[in-house]
Nanobody, 120 residues
Framework: VQLQASGGGSVQAGGSLRLSCAPS????????MGWYRQTPGKERELVAS???????KYADSVKGRFTISRDNAKNTIDLQMNSLKAEDTAVYYC???????????????WGQGTLVTVSS
């Protein structure tokens, strides 16, 4: 299974973008899903995550501006990013904890990354 991300692009500061992520096929189960981001020379950091039950977690830097949502029926997540700042510029990666079949354990899967560029 692969995670397919979409929605990156370029926007001016103060603008909005929406990222989406979906698995290429339905696995047995998906646990926590989320978005991470990375800039050159820095470690990948958590932006936002959501559990199957809807519990969310956000980086302090995006609280109040970003909203993560999840559709459990489709196993998809979206990240609505508002009031974007230049410091939000990064490659954003979709992440999911996936159990492929009923005989498998939980494993980490990553999308290919989508670039978000915010110009000031």
């Amino acid at each position: 299974v692969q995670l397919q991300a979409s929605g990156g692009g370029s926007v001016q500061a103060g603008g909005s973008l929406r990222l989406s992520c979906a698995p290429s096929r339905r696995p047995f189960n998906i646990r926590t899903m989320g978005w991470y981001r990375q800039t050159p020379g820095k470690e990948r950091e958590l932006v936002a995550s959501v559990t199957p039950g809807g519990a969310t977690k956000y980086a302090d830097s995006v609280k109040g501006r970003f909203t993560i949502s999840r559709d459990n029926a489709k196993n998809t997540i979206d990240l609505q990013m508002n009031s974007l700042k230049a410091e939000d510029t990064a490659v954003y990666y979709c992440h999911a904890e996936i159990i492929l079949t009923m005989w498998d354990g939980r494993a980490n899967y990553w999308g290919q990354g989508t670039l978000v560029t915010v110009s000031s």
